[in-house]
């Protein structure tokens, strides 16, 4: 069940409605279903071409940006191996074929048991997940509430609530997806969700410290180049790449590498705990230096308890980095359609902007 706003900051949506935190001891307990379970028993590389993947060399690249963010800074030099990715968003499709196979239950669709969140109005009791409205005109961009609302009954099949569906939308991203739901489906398809950096490698297409996918310019000529938000946020979308929500996978010309949407559409899931950027960098520095007690590591991997919020601190829920930006992504609010944009997210967030991606190393 999504508790946080993926814009901005991961602050509750309203102060008298919103479920509540959970314990930390619920946290642990929903972390060791997922995170302590991975596939065994991975596919490699090596083996034959996966349907609907691309290998990506691997090698060195610089990730981050110190041009927009504070968050993404610094740049710095990162190294990934070869991988598998796919070629698009995991769609409505896709999850359905999974969830018939599996009987997988999203979080979204279970109703939160109050013992785990203290405080929880009983009202609040259901099940459902953020959803995305328009506003009328302008709001105070800084209260989430006036465009986040938490909907009893939305869900990956009714995104917009109980009386919506997914008719006509079976190639369009799966969404209300929290982590552990799209590690579920990594699980059973036999991949993985991408690291940070193998993400933001994969998204770059191959553009060394280029601002977006497909160059510096973010609309070319006037060229829409992914489904993001034009106009005034929260209210004004120009739609002038003909969508309002959620476009169909393969919709707008593919990166460097072949792969689509990896800008704009949904945001979408990595398997790394956030923290800042400086820190990651921090860590890989040190960890280059001799020492004669330990031997340098390739790459810092963040834990769960460094990913929880320190202004938030009775919130024991860990965030995973999401990449790639949204279809509200826009120039007057958030410019996070691009590589290096990066955003923290609790685990047991479910929106109408976020979804997956799959690996295979």
């Not at 009791?125 to 800084?142: C, I, N, Q, Y």
């Not at 099949?157 to 997914?166: A, E, F």
């Amino acid at each position: 069940m999504p508790w946080d706003c993926v814009f901005g900051t991961a602050q509750a949506i309203d102060a008298d409605t919103r479920p509540h935190t959970k314990t930390a001891a619920h946290a642990n307990t929903c972390q060791q279903t997922y995170e302590d379970d991975i596939v065994k028993e991975p596919a490699t590389a090596e083996q034959a071409a996966p349907t609907g993947m691309t290998k990506l060399p691997g090698g060195r690249f610089t990730m981050g940006s110190e041009r927009f963010y504070p968050e993404e800074a610094p740049s710095r030099t990162v190294e990934v191996d070869p991988f598998w990715i796919d070629n698009v968003p995991v769609t409505n499709a896709q999850f359905a074929d999974f969830v018939s196979a599996t009987g997988h239950v999203t979080l979204a669709e279970i109703a939160p048991d109050p013992r785990d969140y203290p405080g929880l109005l009983p009202e609040m009791a259901h099940a459902g997940s953020l959803v995305f409205e328009k506003t009328t005109g302008p709001v105070d961009t800084t209260d989430i509430s006036a465009w986040w609302h938490f909907r009893f009954g939305a869900d990956w099949r009714h995104p917009l609530g109980p009386d919506s569906t997914i008719e006509g939308l079976a190639d369009h991203p799966v969404v209300h997806v929290a982590h552990a739901d799209a590690l579920a489906y990594a699980q059973w398809a036999n991949k993985d969700l991408p690291t940070e950096a193998e993400w933001e490698f994969a998204a770059r297409g191959g553009l060394e410290n280029a601002d977006y996918a497909w160059g510096d310019e973010l609309a070319p000529g006037g060229a829409m180049l992914a489904n993001y938000w034009q106009g005034l946020f929260p209210f004004a979308n120009q739609m002038l790449d003909g969508y309002e929500r959620t476009s169909p996978v393969r919709t707008y010309q593919a990166n460097g590498y072949g792969l689509y949407d990896m800008i704009g559409n949904v945001w979408e899931w990595t398997s790394d705990w956030y923290v800042s950027a400086s820190r990651l960098a921090g860590a890989r520095a040190a960890a280059k230096k001799p020492s004669c007690c330990a031997t340098p590591t390739r790459q810092y991997r963040p834990r769960e308890r460094d990913s929880v919020d320190p202004d938030t601190p009775d919130n024991a829920i860990g965030r995973k980095v999401l990449k790639g930006g949204s279809h509200l992504c826009a120039e007057s609010y958030c410019q996070r359609y691009r590589p290096a944009a990066r955003h923290p997210q609790t685990i047991d967030s479910s929106t109408t902007h976020i979804g997956f991606r799959c690996v295979r190393r």
